[in-house]
Structure formats: structure tokens, C-alpha cells
């Protein structure tokens, strides 16, 4: 297997940044062809590293450092009151891991919520191809966390399981659940998860202060951000 030291890493050229209009961004990758096996992959995810696909990547912007990598010391988390309104609004909820697929039923539930909630981004229109790339391709580690109530979809986690904790790499929702909060009850679930696997940290990939959508991430204290090489605790 290829160790940390050995692994050759690619930049890609400046492109429009996604997150911050009028910014150019860069991203370096993990060779793809590299043999990372759980213990590598788990080093990248420590030092600021996220998966899309089959891709291991993390910005590598030469003037902007915005994007900051961030996770949940779950075990010492304690849900707040709005935290706890949401647990209670979906007690009915029953959640099965699964192995990742494309399934008709999985992305019916992905394209109304692509088509709803991110119309104005570059993953719409969804497709197939697009779901099986960015979703099902990639780890053996990685689970599709189905979320159901009287046998109908709810949503979907998709976490990779790491040495230290689990990565959540993307969760799609049925758009018109807005009472039952899903994407907060996702993440609620994720750290639930974690502490029953008996691992450390929720890593929620990154945090850009300017962006509204990613504001939602400091709704979760304690939290780490990974600056400076170092990661470092906020409580509050």
C-alpha cells in the first residue's frame, strides 16, 4: 500500500470557485491511482482531506484560505433545545446502513431534492450518471444511511467510516419533510452514530464563514477547525 510520504498529489488549474463568486479556486488531488487503503485515507481526513467519488482532494488556493476543514468531537456533544425538538419530531424514524447503489427509489428522492434545494448550483439538473459518480463510486468503506418512516424514504446519509470517526459525505432529503428538519436530524443521527461505533469525530468536510449554506455547521458545538496545520477547539 502507498504510505503518506510516498503518495504523489495533482493540482488541477484555477477555476470559478463554487462557494465565493468572483473567486478563483484550486484544488490538489490524491493520485487516483494510488493504492489508499483505510489507515491512509484516514491520515488525509486528520489533515483536512474529503472524498468525492473516487477523489481525495482539499482546496489548495494560493490567496484564499476560506475553506476550513471542520468535525465534531462527538462524545462530548450536547444537542440544544432545538437540537432535541428535532430528535423528537422524528422518533419514528428507522435508519438501516446499506451498501452504496443506484437505485430508482434513491434517486427519485435525489432529483426532487437537487431540483428543490440546489436548483441554482452545478450539480442541477441530477443525473444518473452524475449520482453514480459522485455517490456509489469511490470506498469500501462508505454506507448509504437510509432514513425511513413507515417504509417511505426519507433521506439519505452517505459517511464514509475512517479509523477516528465518520465522514459525512453527503445527505439528501425529501424536500417537502420541512417539519421534521432532516438534514439536521441527519447530522444529529451521524454523531449518535459515531459514539455507537465508539469512534472520536463527525468530519462535516469544510466551513467558509461568507457562505450562508455552510453556516449551518456552527450550529454544533464543540467543534474543531483545521488551521494552521492544527485543529482547534471552539466550545461556543
Not at 469500501?140 to 470517526?165: M, T
Request: charged fraction near 25%.
Amino acid at each position: 500500500m502507498t504510505s503518506l510520504s510516498e503518495l504523489r498529489f495533482f493540482t488541477t488549474p484555477a477555476h470559478d470557485c463554487s462557494y465565493l463568486e468572483g473567486k478563483q479556486a484550486i484544488t490538489l488531488f490524491a493520485d487516483p491511482l494510488a493504492r489508499i487503503d483505510k489507515d491512509l485515507y484516514s491520515s488525509l481526513s486528520a489533515v483536512g482531506f474529503r472524498r468525492s467519488g473516487t477523489h481525495i482532494y482539499r482546496p489548495y488556493c494560493q490567496t484564499c484560505t476560506a475553506c476550513i476543514p471542520v468535525r465534531l468531537p462527538a462524545n462530548d456533544f450536547a444537542p440544544r433545545r432545538r437540537h432535541k425538538r428535532v430528535l423528537r419530531a422524528n422518533t419514528d424514524i428507522t435508519v438501516t446502513p446499506h451498501r452504496p447503489a443506484l437505485t430508482e427509489e434513491y434517486f427519485s428522492l435525489y432529483d426532487r431534492y437537487i431540483s428543490e434545494r440546489h436548483d441554482d448550483g452545478d450539480m442541477y439538473p441530477a443525473s444518473r450518471d452524475q449520482f453514480q459518480s459522485f455517490l456509489v463510486d469511490g470506498r469500501p468503506e462508505a454506507r448509504f444511511y437510509e432514513f425511513r418512516a413507515s417504509g417511505k424514504l426519507l433521506a439519505v446519509a452517505v459517511a464514509d467510516e475512517l479509523n477516528d470517526g465518520l465522514s459525512a459525505i453527503y445527505t439528501f432529503f425529501d424536500p417537502e419533510e420541512d417539519a421534521r428538519s432532516l438534514g439536521v436530524f441527519a447530522i444529529l443521527w451521524l454523531i449518535e452514530q459515531t459514539n455507537r461505533m465508539e469512534l472520536n469525530y463527525l468530519y462535516l468536510g469544510y466551513w467558509i464563514k461568507q457562505c450562508q449554506k455552510m453556516s449551518y455547521k456552527m450550529d454544533y458545538k464543540p467543534i474543531e477547525l483545521y488551521v494552521n496545520n492544527s485543529w482547534i477547539r471552539l466550545d461556543s
